[in-house]
């Protein structure tokens, strides 16, 4: 079995952020949520998680600017699963030119967010390259193909 990734939430919405927290804690060493990325950024500080679940819209900073800071002050890549409630047609586009591979409309199954989860732990542990690379080397070229590994 692959060692249990610490996870952070970011998501403004509390109820659904403790019901994520109490569900992947039950598969998590440890779980932390920060109510917007203004206080994701500040729990780095302190804590290093393998997987992020990331809300698109939070107050102040948005998710994809939330990841994209967490990712360049990250020496690794960290996996990410964004959510949201205000899906758009380009948003799979937008998520792909941050590294972010997944994104997962409300009401999502649980299920599904916990293979998401445990497929990017399992990539963090194996030290494979994933989401985070393309934040880090900033937006892709307008002529550049979109990722083709979107799960939506």
Do not use: W
């Not at 732990?121 to 083709?148: I, L, M, N, T, V």
């Amino acid at each position: 079995m692959p060692p249990l990734p610490r996870i952070l939430i970011v998501e403004d919405e509390g109820l659904l952020a403790e019901n994520l927290k109490t569900f992947l804690g039950r598969r998590s060493p440890e779980v932390r949520i920060a109510p917007d990325g203004e206080r994701a950024l500040e729990l780095l500080k302190t804590f290093t998680p393998e997987v992020v679940v990331m809300d698109l819209a939070l107050p102040g900073i948005d998710g994809l600017e939330a990841y994209a800071e967490i990712v360049r002050r990250r020496a690794r890549p960290v996996g990410c699963v964004m959510i949201t409630g205000h899906p758009t047609d380009d948003l799979a586009e937008r998520a792909g030119r941050r590294g972010i591979r997944h994104v997962l409309y409300k009401p999502f199954s649980l299920a599904e967010l916990q293979r998401l989860v445990d497929r990017l732990a399992e990539e963090y542990f194996k030290g494979e390259h994933f989401c985070g690379a393309a934040a880090a080397r900033g937006p892709q070229e307008p002529d550049a193909p979109p990722p083709s590994l979107m799960d939506r």
